[in-house]
T-cell receptor
Framework: KAGVTQTPRYLIKTRGQQVTLSCSPI?????VSWYQQTPGQGLQFLFE???????NKGNFPGRFSGRQFSNSRSEMNVSTLELGDSALYLC??????????????FGPGTRLTVL | AQTVTQSQPEMSVQEAETVTLSCTYD???????LFWYKQPPSRQMILVIR??????QNATENRFSVNFQKAAKSFSLKISDSQLGDAAMYFC???????????????FGKGTRLHILP
């Protein structure tokens, strides 16, 4: 099976712009989670989607949003970019039966640089 | 709120030796899942090992094993016969088992960077 893919791998934006990141989960996985990784804060949970519904959300401002499509692919959007949004954004997918917590498999990440 | 603490920012071990990475967590829940993830310099996060809190037996995956002490809320990772390819950042993570709870989140520790000395 192909792993989790994320596009683009690298992105440079300027303050005030908006950006959309894409994640394609492993085939058959219906849950997609997003994380922000920075040297200072480490890995922080952004949100998780399951069957096109947001299951939960981390402590990030409303500028961070996401969605999931019927094919389980997910997009994450950040509006009005700030310098502090520079980070590696990781996507992870899992099967999530709704009964137990399944293992998450991570993509390679999108490195976002805000100038 | 749950927290995960990795008290060792960096560690080094000689190739072929054994090393233990520590992780402690705080939770009021009785059932949960714990994970160790490895992030090599290429950045792709890989699951190393997983432990269900209701299982008393420590999880083992080849050269990787955990010492799960539920009462002490400790979840250390032991790597035996360390290899150069084990060099990476290791993250300990906690997850609540209630999937429909909107507070259900996965929480990561800050990570331990492991160096393997040839």
């Amino acid at each position: 099976k192909a792993g989790v893919t994320q596009t683009p791998r690298y992105l440079i934006k300027t303050r005030g712009q908006q950006v959309t990141l894409s994640c394609s989960p492993i085939s058959g996985h219906r849950s997609v989670s997003w994380y922000q990784q920075t040297p200072g804060q480490g890995l922080q949970f952004l949100f998780e989607y399951f069957s096109e519904t947001q299951r939960n959300k981390g402590n990030f401002p409303g500028r961070f949003s996401g969605r999931q499509f019927s094919n389980s692919r997910s997009e994450m959007n950040v509006s009005t970019l700030e310098l502090g949004d520079s980070a590696l954004y990781l996507c992870a997918s899992s099967t999530l039966t709704g009964v137990s917590t399944d293992t998450q498999y991570f993509g390679p990440g999108t490195r976002l640089t805000v100038l | 709120a749950q927290t995960v603490t990795q008290s060792q920012p960096e560690m080094s071990v000689q190739e072929a030796e054994t090393v233990t990475l520590s992780c402690t967590y705080d939770t009021s829940e009785s059932d949960y899942y714990l994970f160790w993830y490895k992030q090599p310099p290429s950045r792709q996060m890989i699951l190393v090992i997983r432990q269900e809190a209701y299982k008393q037996q420590n999880a083992t995956e080849n050269r990787f094993s955990v010492n799960f002490q539920k009462a002490a809320k400790s979840f250390s990772l032991k790597i035996s016969d360390s290899q150069l390819g084990d060099a990476a950042m290791y993250f300990c993570a906690y997850r609540s088992p209630t999937p429909m709870n909107r507070d259900d989140k996965i929480i990561f520790g800050k990570g331990t960077r492991l160096h393997i000395l040839p």
